[in-house]
């Protein structure tokens, strides 16, 4: 059954509650989404599973329902504030350091201490990004951080850091890909980074407080590095042992679609991530490689047919991912109880004028592995997220709308 329901819209929810306000990342779920489907798929789970779960969304609410939760990510950015964002923190000790910080900031804000000596971070393409006044103020709240001894309120103090890292850059806040602002601009820009900094820690307080108080329960959170394309250990994740798998996964490859790790760049650099220029060539799809071998799918293969028929690259680009895509189903598979359901919320982005059946091609994929297919809720995306506004050209600053719904396909393992 396929289906258009609007009340899947969410329209007026308030998408920020609890610690789903700590920090904004691409494409991000609708924690009203999560929730609701939890509610209809996942009564009486104990664990779930997110196979993508950048920021943490489901996971949070997983947690919030008692549920326990793995995700996993490539990115360290994402699995750094999905961390944060299930992890519940002694508040008097974080008081006491913002009480701290709060002072600390004052000094430099206030012109009080101006000799600070602070060593700048060095990594590729910094004085790019970052012009120095910035370098420095990012680079004294980094040395305060660096210093915060307990791992939880490290972890709460570099989530909101790497915000302010990105407010703090030359880069268009208004683009998810690294683009500078007009040199006009760049020559007067004096972020004020501390004060910036301050109110996403207070903010982000106020979201922690309010998931403590929602959150009766002990469950917890753990989220792994793997590549679901590749393999996910038994030791981790034994096979047949999830009670729900909930997630959304890329549209796409990073370079046409969601530059997640573009995105992230600056924070992971500023965070010392080796190789936070690489991100995207890991993710699904990253890298075109061509493939032997065919998949058996007579929606993708069509698919592929109709753009090559225009473009034999993106043909074989999109083909690619589908590969990487397929071979992650297969893993993912392998994890979830018999009887339980998979939810994956995927969007149909156009890729030379030809439309791309994700929704259908992700329940044949599963059903390759044995799931049988029980309902796909085709939902709008009402609001600004950043699914309908990547650029489906590749040109920065395209902001076309590619994609005007998504489609929560639910699937049901034998
Ligand atoms: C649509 S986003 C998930 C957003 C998430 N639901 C949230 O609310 O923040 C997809 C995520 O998949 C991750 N990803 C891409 N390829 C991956 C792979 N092969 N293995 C694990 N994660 C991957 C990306 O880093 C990105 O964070």
Redesign the pocket.
């Known amino acids: 059954m396929k289906y258009s329901d609007f009340s899947w819209d969410f329209r007026e929810a308030d998408t920020k509650r609890f610690t789903h306000c700590y920090h904004s990342?691409p494409?991000?779920?609708i924690p009203q989404i999560a929730e609701r489907l939890l509610v209809k798929y996942g009564m009486n789970s104990k664990i779930l599973f997110d196979?993508?779960?950048?920021?943490?969304?489901?996971l949070v609410e997983a947690n919030l329902k008692n549920i326990h939760a793995i995700g996993?990510?490539?990115?360290p950015l994402?699995r750094l504030i999905a961390k944060a964002k299930t992890t519940l923190i002694n508040t008097q000790l974080l008081d006491l350091y913002l009480k701290d910080f709060n002072d600390f900031a004052f000094q430099f804000r206030f012109g009080i201490t101006r000799n600070y000596s602070v060593v700048l971070p060095q990594f590729s393409n910094i004085d790019f990004w970052f012009n120095k006044r910035a370098q420095h103020k990012l680079a004294i709240i980094k040395s305060f951080i660096d210093n915060i001894k307990d791992d939880h309120v490290r972890m709460f103090f570099l989530v909101a850091f790497s915000e302010t890292i990105r407010e703090s850059s030359l880069t268009k806040k208004s683009e998810f890909k690294l683009v500078r602002i007009q040199k006009e601009k760049r020559d007067n820009f004096d972020p004020d980074s501390f004060g910036i900094f301050l109110s996403k820690l207070s903010r982000n307080k106020n979201g922690l407080l309010e998931y403590e108080k929602a959150k009766e329960n002990v469950a917890t959170s753990a989220i792994h590095s793997f590549?679901?394309?590749n393999y996910i250990p038994d030791s981790k994740i034994a096979d047949h042992s999830m009670d729900i798998i909930l997630t959304?996964?890329?549209y796409g490859d990073s370079r046409t679609t969601v530059a997640?790790g573009q995105y992230s760049r600056l924070s992971n650099q500023w965070m010392g991530i080796e190789n936070a220029n690489r991100i995207d060539e890991l993710?699904?799809g990253g890298k075109k490689k061509n493939h032997p071998y065919s998949i058996n799918s007579f929606i993708l293969n069509d698919t592929i047919e109709k753009i090559a028929q225009t473009d034999e690259k993106r043909a074989k680009e999109v083909f690619s991912f589908f590969v990487d895509y397929k071979k992650?189903i297969d893993n993912v598979s392998k994890k979830l109880k018999p009887r339980k359901y998979a939810c994956y919320v995927v969007g149909n982005r156009t890729v030379k004028s030809v439309q791309i059946p994700m929704d259908e091609i992700t329940k044949e994929f599963f059903e390759m592995n044995d799931f049988r297919h029980v309902e796909t809720i085709i939902r709008n995306i009402p609001n600004k997220r950043m699914p309908s506004k990547n650029s489906p050209s590749n040109v920065v600053g395209d902001k076309s709308t590619t994609m005007k719904h998504e489609y929560i396909v639910v699937m049901q393992k034998k």
């Open positions: 990342y494409a991000m779920m196979p993508y779960c950048g920021t943490g969304t489901s996993t990510d490539i990115n994402a590549n679901t394309v959304s996964p890329p997640y993710l699904m992650s």
